[in-house]
């Protein structure tokens, strides 16, 4: 079968993808091997956001005295928690489904495609063939090959989509985004939690005040820490999983009755049969590109989680702009021209862009820091929720924004802000200009930039 293009996978760019080619006219393939709307809207994103809410509620509840509202008892019903997670995300998966089927000019196949030559794939029985080939198989979670990891139960983000009750004792290996995010939600839920980290501290890509100011709040809230976890190794332990800390101190470990796996994410790229299409990877499987996202292969392109140059939902539906502004429009857009930002969904949130203060330091940039903890922002104290702090980079000779992380209550939506003065390089004398809604987290923002200090 001959297709003007061919789709593999329905993550974040390829529904959309798919939906703008058929709308130019295009002949246009896709496969899916598994359900529609890959991990964001099965088993990341939208999931955990929908749990993370849930607990949210539970947290509230157990404070509603602080507001000086009376609840007599919080109880949890693991069941319903899940059965609303599942309708919110049955919803957005069947969406995905039925707006590729509904395509103009478009056919939809069920079943893992894999290369048979630069142009054409194999699924099941069929060889279809087209004149360009976009990739967005996303990514898997990562089984770390740790000593005795083959004989114990364990959980990932996958498999924690069927988790219906509450586990006595959760244990995660990994103190990043997605381990952190399943840790407050579930000691939330009422479970005992463990988080077993190799680095020093948590979100170790993140400056040493980030990681150090999450830490607290969340071992406020009883989430237990084992950092510097540096020789892990798992075993059974009675009833429990245990996982070893160190190999020369046998009986150093932490553990469980259940354990989660969160230490990263590998993609789907071994599978793909890229060697008959001359696609090359780099040494973790990540398929090579170039800025506009082309592949060595020139009628294939990688887009989302499988190219390494993101791993969020906005820069896997970014990567789809890019590929079809160039392609339809000769936009000459490149993934480079892009600043990072994302959010890490725990409560409070942290809304990160631009340069952290380490890689500031890294790159030799003189800089001046501005610094407010959430205790002096208004909307945060009448909100009764003032952990965390706002703390902004700007560069000194030039006085512009070089990055910002906001941890505290609606910081994910208030570093938008921000990313849109850094996109403009607005000087902070301008920024500071404009007047802001009051009574809200991004009104302070300005104030944080008058008063600087050297970085
Ligand atoms: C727990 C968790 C929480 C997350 N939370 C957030 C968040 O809050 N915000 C955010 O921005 N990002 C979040 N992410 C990351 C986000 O989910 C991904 O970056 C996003 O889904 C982009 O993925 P993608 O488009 O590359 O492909 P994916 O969504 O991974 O989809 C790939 C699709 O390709 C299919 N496929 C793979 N191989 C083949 C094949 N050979 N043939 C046919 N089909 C194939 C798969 O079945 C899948 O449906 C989270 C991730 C996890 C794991």
Sequence with gaps: MKFDALIIGTGQAGPALAAR?????????????????????????????????????????RRAGDYGVRVSSVA????????RKDAIVARSSTGVGDWMRGLKNGKVFHGHARFVGVDSVKVKNEVLTADRIFLNVGGRPLVPKMPGIESVPFLTNVS??????????????????????????????????????MADRIIARE?????????????????????????????????????????KEKDKHARGSHMLLAVGRVPNTDDLGLEA???????????????????????????????????????????????????????????????????????????RVGM??????????KALVGKRPM??????????????????????????????ALLGVGCDEAVHSLLDAVYARTPVTEFQRRMRIHPTVSELLPTVLEDLRPL
Aim: glycine share 10%; aromatic share 6%.
């Design 21 to 61: 080619l058929s709308k130019e006219g295009m002949k246009v393939a896709v496969v899916e091997k598994a359900k529609f709307g890959g991990t964001c809207v099965n088993d990341g994103c939208t999931p955990t956001k929908a749990l993370v809410a849930s607990a949210y509620a539970a947290h509230l509840a």
């Design 76 to 83: 949890l019903n693991m069941k319903k928690v899940k059965a």
């Design 160 to 197: 924690m989509m069927d988790v219906d009750f509450v586990p006595k004792h959760l244990l995660i290996v990994g103190g990043s985004y997605i381990g952190l995010e399943f840790a407050q939600m579930y000691r939330r839920f009422g479970a005992r939690v463990t988080v077993v980290e």
């Design 207 to 247: 400056d040493e005040d980030v990681s150090l100011a999450l830490q607290g709040i969340l071992e406020a809230e009883g989430i237990e820490f084992r950092l510097k976890a540096e020789c892990l190794n798992a075993h059974k332990h009675g009833k429990d999983v245990a996982i070893g800390l160190d190999c």
């Design 277 to 351: 299409a001359g696609i090359r990877t780099d040494k973790r499987g990540y398929i090579e590109v170039d800025d506009g996202l082309l592949t060595s292969n020139p009628r294939v392109w990688a887009l989302g989680d499988c190219n390494g140059k993101g791993a969020f939902t906005h820069t896997s539906y970014n990567d789809y702009e890019i590929v079809a502004d160039n392609l339809l429009s000769n936009a000459g857009r490149k993934y480079t021209d892009r600043i990072p930002v994302y959010a890490l969904y725990t409560d409070p949130p942290l809304g």
């Design 356 to 365: 952290s203060e380490a890689e500031i330091r890294k790159a030799g940039i």
């Design 375 to 404: 205790t002096r922002v208004a909307r945060a104290v009448e909100k009764g929720e003032t952990q965390g702090f706002l703390k902004i980079h700007v560069e000194e000779s030039s006085k512009r924004i070089l990055g910002a």
